[in-house]
């Protein structure tokens, strides 16, 4: 029995979600601010740094507030499916990546965030989820299915990383999401996941080779 052709479907596609740094500084329960930034050591001066130039920047916010107007326009389209590039990792780890410049995180407590929007899911194959280690990784991961939010391109190993995420269209079809990290953006070669040890899925050159493999 074959199935009918599917219908028009509206996706709402957004890179670089990052929730953490000043973002998570303002939201109701906000991450230890401590950063090892050459300029900056301190999250709380991002925030700082906004009031200076646009005014008073209120704290404690409703998950909402971070999208401003996109969340009206998401609302106007209606979109079946929103899928984000998660540039953040939601954990409270301290284990800051040795050798990098910048480290996002967001606490837990704030993922009503990614609800508001709502996000249904987070490709995690990039350069900043393994910012607080390999515990905070894992806690992305929890933190994101405890609120039903899929999330693709890294895992516990490397079956579970590469595993796409199938969101279902009806009558038969489904979307299937794929996720890679390029090397290219500054992921570490040791990030990627193994057959016994959790990571993402490194892509290394953008070549079909290499997304067959």
């Not at 029995?1 to 479907?9: L, R, T």
């Not at 200076?52 to 507030?65: T, W």
Request: a negative charge; hydrophobic letters at 40%.
């Amino acid at each position: 029995m074959s199935c009918s052709e599917p219908e028009p479907v509206t996706i709402f596609l957004a890179g670089d979600v990052m929730t953490g740094r000043g973002v998570d500084q303002i939201l109701a329960c906000p991450s230890q601010p401590e950063l090892r930034e050459p300029q900056l050591d301190s999250a709380a001066t991002y925030v700082e740094l906004a009031e200076q130039a646009h005014g008073p920047v209120p704290r404690n916010v409703a998950p909402s507030y971070v999208w401003g107007d996109g969340l009206s326009v998401l609302e106007a389209t209606k979109p079946a499916f929103s899928i984000v590039n998660l540039e953040t990792s939601i954990t409270v780890s301290s284990e800051f990546c040795p050798g990098k410049a910048v480290h996002y995180r967001m606490h837990p407590d704030n993922i009503a965030c990614l609800q508001a929007a709502p996000i249904d899911v987070c490709a995690l194959a990039n350069n900043h989820l393994l910012d607080f280690g390999r515990r905070g990784l894992l806690d992305t991961i929890e933190a994101l299915r405890r609120v039903g939010i899929k999330s693709v391109g890294a895992g516990h190993d490397l079956e579970e990383a590469s595993r796409p995420v199938r969101l279902e269209l009806g009558h038969g079809w489904g979307l299937l999401v794929f996720a890679f990290g390029s090397v290219s953006s500054g992921i570490p070669r040791d990030w990627a996941a193994g057959t016994d040890g959790n990571g993402i899925i490194p892509l290394y050159q953008f070549l079909p080779p290499s997304v067959d493999a």
